[in-house]
């Protein structure tokens, strides 16, 4: 149920329960008060006339003058709440009645004998004119004898319309106030929506529970504070990085705990981006931005990352991991060999230096000559000779398909994009063969790359350990790795590059036998199409395209 539903409801309740209360309360005590202000004025012009001394005279004479009948007559048309006045002697019969046939009968009710014994007193009975409240009064005269009494008296009907515009007056005041408590609540419930951005509160309570999870879900660390500079908000990941994992900073000022931060400056409005903080032994990249309501600002925020984490996923995603790797395998190798060749000479086995100098010419070109000769990304090439090196220092055959061949500048993928991807792709199928148990099997990588202007196609198969079908599918997680914990990040970044470039990856692999990747690209990079089709067709020497190199990091590493 809504909230102006929940509150009008509930004011419905809480008013109509305290109007039937208050007002049957007041009911009853104002009809009580009419009751007691009519027998009191019963009693008063009752009491009046008894000591009259016309009435007196009257009840002597056994009648009544006509003006003494003129001026009861004129009392009980003056007072509306008198309808009946009788005069009656000792023997009960009428001197006086409203009714004039009536006078000179009988007095009928039958309540009238404790007046004849000389007391005052209210009653209720049936009349001549219907049923009456009444009120009886002895008449004396000056001796005392007792010569009879009075009956002043108004009809019960009558009593009841009263009673009946008491409740009536009630009852509108109770509606009017339950349409004014109404009307209120739809006002409240109405301004504490807007209070509340339109939402439900049941809306707010779920949504700060999920922005609550989600803030703690992330990677970097976030710390906010407010207008005045205290703590409101600092989720799991900045616990961790600050070390205050068991500290409740919530309310507590910024400057207290953390002023390297130097929040509170920010409050200015003034946001600054990727600045180093020292804090411990961690170097922390931090940017400070105020947070604005409208025009103004009402707090500030940090955004914390660790930059070993940081400088250490950089590498990742350009590459320069890879390349580096790639280029330590070659120099080991390198100086491996030169060692070999310098103990040969050394030891005066000049014809077994030659024979191992030739035998090196053949191992390398052989090795690299479908590379130099097809990958014309010379940054990619390098890289791939690299990964060759390393694998023959770790016993394990890698070969490159001879139909490989890639342009300089993929239409498809950046060259960062393609480190990643044959860099990741290849220490992977390194890990699988590394895992086996068995020393005597082949282990065997064979790499594929081919574009052309449909599409790009790269392929890696290995005789590693293989997957099954179960973890293949878990692979499609994120953050899944067969590797433990901390590790596996590679096949992530390499998924998120596929997926960013409308790629599609696939994986066959069988436990035990090994495993095949396939990447396919069919999206042309933004730029890229214009700028292949306008591209000489003219080559050098080498296979390049005979135009000056513009790319530093390309340039480097051909270097």
């Not at 790269?458 to 914990?485: F, H, N, P, R, V």
Request: with cysteine.
């Amino acid at each position: 149920m809504k909230l102006v539903a929940k509150m009008i409801w509930l004011d419905v309740l809480l008013v109509s329960a305290m109007l039937l209360l208050t007002v049957g309360l007041a009911a009853r005590h104002s009809v009580g008060l009419l009751e007691i202000y009519l027998v009191h004025n019963l009693n008063s012009v009752a009491r009046i006339l008894a000591t009259s001394q016309p009435i007196i005279d009257a009840l002597k004479a056994g009648e009544i003058t006509p003006e003494l009948d003129r001026y009861l007559d004129d009392i009980i048309a003056a007072d509306s709440n008198i309808d009946v006045i009788t005069l009656a002697k000792m023997d009960s019969f009428r001197i006086y009645h409203p009714v004039k046939t009536r006078i000179g009968e009988k007095f009928q009710g039958g309540d009238e004998g404790r007046s004849l014994l000389g007391e005052n007193y209210s009653s209720e009975a049936e009349g001549t004119l219907g049923f009456q409240k009444r009120y009886f009064y002895p008449i004396f005269d000056q001796d005392g004898t007792q010569l009879g009494f009075v009956h002043v008296s108004m009809l019960m009907e009558n009593l009841e319309r009263l009673r009946n515009q008491i409740l009536i007056v009630h009852l509108q005041t109770m509606v009017a106030v339950f349409l004014v408590g109404v009307v209120a609540a739809v006002f409240l419930a109405a301004n504490i929506k807007r209070s509340l951005l339109g939402f439900e509160p049941y809306q707010i309570a779920s949504s700060f529970l999920k922005r609550g999870e989600i803030m703690d879900s992330l990677e970097e660390g976030l710390l906010a504070i407010d207008e005045r500079g205290s703590v409101i908000l600092q989720n799991d990941a900045a616990s961790r990085m600050l070390e205050s994992a068991q500290k409740d900073l919530t309310g507590k000022d910024i400057d207290e705990h953390y002023p390297q931060f130097k929040l509170k400056d920010t409050l200015a409005g003034l946001k600054d981006h990727n600045r180093s903080v020292a804090l411990n032994d961690q170097v922390i990249i931090c940017d400070r931005l105020p947070i604005h309501s409208g025009n103004q600002v009402i707090g500030a925020m940090a955004i914390l990352r660790d930059r070993t984490e940081v400088t250490k996923l950089a590498e990742e995603i350009t590459g320069f991991n890879h390349v580096l790797d790639a280029l330590r395998s070659n120099t080991h190798e390198f100086m491996n060999q030169l060692h070999v060749i310098l103990g040969l000479l050394q030891s005066a086995e000049y014809e077994e230096a030659k024979r191992f100098i030739t035998q090196i010419g053949q191992v390398q070109s052989a090795s690299v000559s479908t590379v130099a000769k097809n990958i014309d990304n010379r940054v990619l090439a390098a890289l791939i000779m690299g990964k060759i090196s390393r694998c023959q220092e770790l016993g394990i055959r890698m070969t490159v398909q001879p139909h490989s061949t890639i342009p300089r500048h993929s239409l498809f993928l950046s060259t960062q994009s393609l480190l990643t991807v044959v860099g990741n792709l290849v220490e992977n199928a390194i890990e699988a063969i590394n895992a086996k148990a068995d020393p005597e099997a082949d282990d065997a990588i064979s790499l594929l790359i081919y574009e052309d202007k449909q599409s790009l196609l790269i392929t890696i198969d290995d005789t590693g350990i293989g997957l099954t079908q179960d973890e293949i599918a878990k692979m499609s997680q994120t953050g899944y790795t067969t590797k433990g914990a901390g590790r596996g990040t590679g096949l992530g970044l390499v998924r998120g590059l596929v997926q960013s470039s409308c790629g599609e990856f696939s994986i066959e692999s069988e436990k035990g036998v090994g495993t095949s990747m396939i990447l396919t690209f069919t999206t042309t990079r933004p730029g890229r199409k214009a700028a292949r089709e306008a591209e000489p067709e003219v080559k050098g020497p080498e296979g390049t395209d005979g135009t000056e190199r513009t790319d530093v990091t390309e340039g480097a590493a051909s270097a």
